[in-house]
């Protein structure tokens, strides 16, 4: 039976199923940290269960960039990962009760809403370059967002361009709020990568 350690240099290799059983062995503690961690505010929005599974697909996504090392190191690194879940849940949990019910829907979205998205994505659609470099950024958004996961971007297009509560999104989706909260964040990370520098998508002219 292999050790711990190898198991984690063969997840590390890409080996799925060592790390299936790396996270299972490691799951119950997880479970306490995170437990211990999550709001008794949201109990019917978010769940250790909802918080867990985003981190595991997070592990298997991010596996190869893991750096292994003495000690605890991987129980370590998926406790930053399950925080990390668990506070852009309940951050998203909260401005969706103070705003949540005054989103306006916008079916294939608004421009206010790509430049509501590109901001959150460090860059601007209001430079002194005018319409053409709005329509030059929104177009280099749709293409940066059709390159996401079919799920993560269904989730960004309802939920930052068309502006649908996260109720009705997680409805669609077939997921907790809790878990949709987390996929957005997951997305909106993913979509930063792949659009690097946003301001970069603007012309001079």
């Not at 059983?21 to 269960?49: F, G, M, Q, Y």
């Not at 005018?130 to 940066?144: F, H, I, N, P, V």
Request: aromatic share 6%; glycine share 8%.
């Amino acid at each position: 039976m292999a050790t711990e350690d190898e198991l984690l240099q063969q997840a590390c290799d890409g080996d799925e199923k060592a790390l299936g059983k790396l996270l299972d062995l490691h799951t119950p503690e997880l479970r306490r940290v995170v437990a211990r961690k999550l709001s008794t505010k949201w109990p019917s929005l978010l769940s250790d269960e909802d918080v867990l599974q985003e981190t595991f697909t997070d592990a298997f996504l991010d596996i190869r960039q893991f750096k292994p090392g003495p000690g605890s190191v991987f129980l370590a690194w998926l406790t930053t990962l399950a925080t990390r879940n668990l506070f852009d849940a309940i951050r998203m949990l909260e401005a969706d009760k103070r705003g949540g019910n005054m989103r306006r829907v916008t079916p294939g979205g608004s421009d206010e809403s790509y430049a509501g998205l590109m901001e959150k994505l460090g860059g601007t659609v209001t430079s002194p370059s005018g319409r053409a470099a709005r329509d030059e950024a929104k177009a280099a958004l749709d293409q940066a967002i059709s390159k996401l996961p079919d799920h993560y971007c269904r989730v960004v297009r309802m939920y930052d361009l068309e502006e649908r509560p996260l109720e009705e999104v997680a409805a669609v989706m077939g997921r907790s709020r809790g878990a949709t909260a987390i996929i957005r964040h997951r997305a909106i990370r993913m979509l930063e990568e792949i659009m690097g520098t946003a301001s970069r998508y603007l012309s001079d002219r």
